[in-house]
């Protein structure tokens, strides 16, 4: 056989087993995410029991929440570089993007929170965090407490 048959022969499986690793590739550059939006309150209350064992809420200045409510759990599928708009119950966006997964397996994201009645997100937060190990931020008031807003990334089971 010669050699131009031979290519000619073996080229559809050499392009299936590109397309193929490309889109490998590109699931593997989605990440899960979760966002779940908390009402905090001071007063006193009750804690969602999906809540009462995180231990980041169980810290300054989360602790100093003695009721906590959730009003909303998303999840979202992140994607180096681009931006992920959530909306949340106040009328404002959080924006998610994943920076980048560093070589340890964690990942360097950061989060903003657009302002009313301006396009313009100003980041709020760049964190490293480790698979299924979540993050909070919090400050916007709403209905009597404020809103605290926990991303998860990597992993949403827990």
Known sequence: MNPLTTILRFAPLAALALALMAGRAEAQDRVS??????LAKESAGTVDPALA??????RAPFNAFQSMEILDRKR???RAGVDRDVALPNGRTL???LQRVMPDGRYRVQVSINRPE??????LLQVVTAPGDPFFVA?????????????RVGSTSG
Do not use: F, H, K, N
């Not at 064992?53 to 169980?58: F, M, R, V």
């Open 53 to 58: 064992d995180i231990p980041a809420l169980q």
């Open 139 to 151: 400050g916007q008031s709403y209905r009597g407490g404020t809103l605290v807003i926990g991303v």
């Open 76 to 78: 979202e599928q992140l």
């Open 33 to 38: 995410a979760e966002v779940i939006v908390v």
């Open 95 to 97: 924006r998610i993007r």
């Open 118 to 123: 301006a396009d313009a997100y100003l980041p």
